[in-house]
């Protein structure tokens, strides 16, 4: 029999925190806070120096933290935001669920990521924030997109919905930069797929700055201070307590886990050197800088990608397409009339992008077989 290696598992990780989270979840049962009860504050309190920030927010998931992360510096309607079309919808739907516009800029081919080289030539008098994101766990080009945000007075926004912990240019521990950090306002999310996941959806907003972090805790309860007299028309968007106890007794293991899968995309990286001198045309994500890659995801570009994915579920080899149709292309889009070439890296890597297994316990094993089934993949044709 063939052995299976899936995608994603969580069982694993679950069966061993199973005790330790039943206890946390226990205690939330005991006070019966369930809205924005002690656990809540202790997160925000962990994550905030984690991301090298002085304020968290918990909030209801990753897309609601982008989108009170907009509504907190007031982007409405007619307002102009640019951000890369391969990402996740939400990066784009939170701008145009305020009447905003979104703006595409292409991507690198090697990183993914917004290339900062297209930012500049978009910027209008309507232009209010560059929205880069994280993807996958390496941090954007961050030193020109501050830089452009400064000489042009634009906000920036980071999507690091994928990026908890990643690092750009950490050239020493002291002046190394978080994801979330470096802009305005950072968006988490603890989707269950992410390297810190809760039990379903959460997400959290960090910021340096005391007037955003005031008006995004405001935002996410209706806007009232003091109860029932609204400030600000906000949203109910608070994490939940028990999503954040569990997320509090999982954050003690980040560390260790993003190691652990630091240490598979290495291994991924050293084993498919030999597929890749053997000029089949796959290509490796590029890391800059020596980034600190968190590595949510490791995406590779595959020609004849739709096949190989076919030939690796029929050997019981999971894969995922992360994203197959970028987001200029969606038909939601329409009406801002985009066109197949207009971004022709996203499109390309929107027809290539592959996900392998990724996540601490993937054993060496289950790693042989998937880099040895694509080589099969490619001598075969
Ligand atoms: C890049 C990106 N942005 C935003 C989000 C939205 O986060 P959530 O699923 O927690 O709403 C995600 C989630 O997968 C994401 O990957």
Known sequence: MKAKVPFFDLTHQFLFLKEEIQSALDEVYKTQQFILGPPVQALE??????C???YAVGVASGSDALLLSLMAIGIGPGDEVILPPFTFFATAGSVSRLGAIPVFADIDPETYNIDPAG???RITSKTKTILPVHLFGQCAEMDPILQISKKRGIHVIEDAAQALGAEYKPRSHSDSRRAGGMGDLGCLSFYP???LGAFGDAGMVVTN???????VRLLRAHGSQ????HKWIGINSRLDTLQAAILLVKFKYLEKWTEARQKRATRYQELLQELIRSGVGLRLPGIQYKNRHIFNQ???????RDRLRKFLTEEGIGTDIYYPLPLHLQECYSSLKYRLGDFPVSEQVAREALALPIYPELTEEQQDRVVDRISAFYRKK
């Open 226 to 229: 003091p109860k029932y007299y």
């Open 119 to 121: 930012i500049e030539e």
């Open 52 to 54: 090298q920030t002085r």
């Open 298 to 304: 490791y995406v590779i570009r595959a020609p004849k």
């Open 209 to 215: 700055d005391p007037d955003l972090s005031e008006k």
């Open 193 to 195: 797929t992410k390297n």
């Open 45 to 50: 309190q962990a994550i905030a120096p984690y």
